[in-house]
């Protein structure tokens, strides 16, 4: 009774067939203390830094990327001291494809049980002509001599060519290319602008992925901004397309419409898991915790209808949708607030809402109407329900209990 047209509409997976291997483990790759931070006004102190990437590692990410070690002092500090605490986590070191960036990032994660280097440089002619004013030639050389200098310190690193997404392919691949041979072990392909559509950015990793000589010896990772609406629509595109990390941050926080989310890539994933035909190790329990802490931290309200974290993606106002919801919450949800953390599903007591789910909400107050009753208050209630808009408990127990008292 839980498939509809094969598809599994019970919650968390209950009737997945029990073999984990057959999915494909997806790396997280949380970017909130560096892209995320790069969100206006949304900057943090190093202390703050500590305690999110504390609750990360608690969330069960597999990769931090901590701040850009190079850019201020306090930057380096929660990189270093990250590094030096959170030992069940990566720590990635984001650096320019500049000596003095690597210098400060290998120093900055020296003491991290696991680390990797993160190297980008641009690569779509619009930012070679008018940002680094340099050649495809020069760039490329770059690139492989920064690769190979960072190789030195680091075994694992991570290269993005920035702007992947509007690049010209030939050189996307190139510079892959170039970069797997000087030792880069992951290789990132941004949508730095947002700009992809699912199709284009899945089709830009089979391409590389089986055109860049040496494409098969290293792991993919997707990394998409949201100016579309679209970067988690892409990372899941990636992920059909062969990559394995796929690099997020909470709440979706970052430049511009910030970056593919978290929150909602994760649940993606864990809700159709079938469909898409991976996990994650995310300890879904920790979302909200996670989302609290960061909105606040950073300053950053939540929208109200952003998925799985807003106010009211687990909250129901139609009384068709209440009604259907008390007799089995398969019918309006698709996903366990609880396992998420988030108290419970609300359903809201306003206009639109029907006598079934005022019974029931009363009851749960020990307040048991008979049917005159209940048609009593309910009729005062979609009064009261057109000037208060939504209809808090206290004001529907004031009502029920004027209704029993003048019966
Ligand atoms: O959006 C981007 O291209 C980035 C990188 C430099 C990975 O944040
Ligand atoms: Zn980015």
Same mark, same amino acid.
């Given at each position: 009774?839980?498939?509809?047209?094969?598809? *599994?509409?019970?919650?968390?997976?209950?009737?997945?067939?029990?073999?984990?291997?057959?999915?494909?483990?997806?790396?997280?790759? *949380?970017?909130?203390?560096?892209?995320?931070?790069?969100?206006?006004?949304?900057?943090?102190? $190093?202390?703050?830094?500590?305690?999110?990437?504390?609750?990360?590692?608690?969330?069960?990410?597999?990769?931090?990327?901590?701040?850009?070690?190079?850019?201020? /002092?306090?930057? !380096?500090?929660?990189?270093?001291?990250?590094?030096?605490?959170?030992?069940?986590?990566?720590?990635?070191?984001?650096?320019?494809?500049?000596?003095?960036?690597?210098?400060?990032?290998?120093?900055?994660?020296?003491?991290?049980?696991?680390?990797?280097?993160?190297?980008?440089?641009?690569?779509? *002619?619009? %930012?070679?002509? !008018?940002?680094?004013?340099?050649?495809?030639?020069?760039?490329?050389?770059?690139?492989?001599?920064?690769?190979?200098?960072?190789?030195?310190?680091?075994?694992?690193?991570?290269?993005?060519?920035? *702007?992947?997404?509007?690049?010209?392919?030939?050189?996307?691949?190139?510079?892959?290319?170039?970069?797997?041979?000087?030792?880069?072990?992951?290789?990132?392909? $941004?949508?730095?602008?947002?700009?992809?559509? $699912?199709?284009?950015?899945?089709?830009? !990793?089979?391409?590389?992925?089986?055109?860049?000589? @040496?494409?098969?010896?290293?792991?993919?990772?997707? %990394?998409?901004?949201?100016?579309? @609406?679209?970067?988690?629509?892409?990372?899941?595109?990636?992920?059909?397309?062969?990559?394995?990390?796929?690099?997020?941050?909470?709440?979706?926080?970052?430049?511009?419409? @910030?970056?593919?989310?978290?929150?909602?890539?994760?649940?993606?994933?864990?809700?159709?898991?079938?469909?898409?035909?991976?996990?994650? @190790?995310?300890?879904?329990?920790?979302?909200?915790?996670?989302?609290?802490?960061?909105?606040?931290?950073?300053?950053?309200?939540?929208?109200?209808?952003?998925?799985?974290?807003?106010?009211?993606? !687990?909250? %129901?106002?139609?009384?068709?949708?209440?009604?259907?919801?008390?007799?089995?919450?398969?019918?309006?949800?698709?996903?366990? /607030?609880?396992?998420?953390?988030?108290?419970?599903?609300?359903?809201?007591?306003?206009? %639109?809402?029907?006598?079934?789910?005022?019974?029931?909400?009363?009851?749960?107050?020990?307040?048991?109407?008979?049917?005159?009753?209940?048609?009593?208050?309910?009729?005062?209630?979609?009064?009261?329900?057109?000037?208060?808009?939504?209809? $808090?408990?206290?004001?529907?127990?004031?009502?029920?209990?004027?209704?029993?008292?003048?019966?």
């Amino acid at each position: 009774t839980n498939n509809v047209n094969n598809i *599994d509409i019970s919650f968390k997976g209950a009737s997945v067939s029990g073999n984990e291997a057959a999915y494909k483990r997806i790396r997280i790759f *949380d970017t909130t203390l560096r892209d995320g931070e790069q969100s206006p006004g949304a900057s943090l102190e $190093p202390g703050q830094k500590i305690i999110l990437a504390r609750q990360l590692a608690k969330l069960g990410v597999d990769i931090i990327e901590p701040g850009f070690a190079i850019s201020s /002092p306090g930057d !380096f500090a929660a990189v270093q001291q990250i590094s030096r605490e959170l030992h069940n986590v990566e720590i990635a070191g984001f650096a320019r494809a500049v000596k003095a960036d690597i210098d400060a990032a290998v120093r900055a994660t020296v003491d991290a049980a696991r680390r990797r280097l993160h190297l980008f440089i641009s690569s779509s *002619d619009i %930012h070679l002509d !008018f940002q680094l004013r340099k050649s495809r030639d020069q760039v490329l050389q770059i690139a492989r001599e920064m690769v190979a200098y960072g190789k030195q310190f680091v075994d694992e690193i991570e290269f993005s060519p920035m *702007d992947a997404s509007r690049a010209g392919r030939e050189f996307v691949i190139e510079m892959v290319e170039g970069v797997i041979a000087e030792g880069a072990t992951i290789i990132n392909l $941004p949508d730095t602008l947002g700009y992809a559509m $699912p199709e284009e950015y899945g089709e830009m !990793f089979r391409v590389v992925r089986e055109q860049a000589r @040496g494409g098969d010896k290293v792991s993919y990772s997707a %990394h998409c901004h949201n100016d579309l @609406g679209l970067a988690v629509a892409n990372s899941l595109a990636a992920i059909r397309a062969g990559a394995t990390q796929i690099e997020v941050t909470v709440n979706g926080v970052g430049e511009r419409a @910030g970056n593919c989310s978290l929150e909602e890539l994760v649940m993606a994933i864990e809700t159709r898991k079938e469909a898409i035909g991976a996990v994650t @190790g995310i300890v879904t329990s920790e979302i909200y915790e996670t989302s609290r802490m960061v909105s606040r931290a950073m300053n950053f309200p939540i929208a109200y209808n952003k998925p799985v974290v807003g106010r009211n993606a !687990f909250q %129901h106002e139609s009384g068709i949708h209440q009604d259907g919801l008390l007799k089995n919450r398969n019918t309006y949800e698709i996903m366990d /607030p609880e396992a998420m953390g988030i108290p419970r599903s609300m359903i809201v007591l306003g206009k %639109h809402s029907g006598r079934h789910a005022i019974k029931h909400r009363l009851s749960e107050y020990g307040i048991m109407m008979d049917a005159p009753q209940l048609e009593d208050v309910y009729n005062r209630f979609i009064e009261k329900a057109d000037e208060l808009k939504l209809i $808090p408990d206290s004001v529907l127990i004031g009502l029920a209990s004027e209704t029993t008292e003048t019966q």
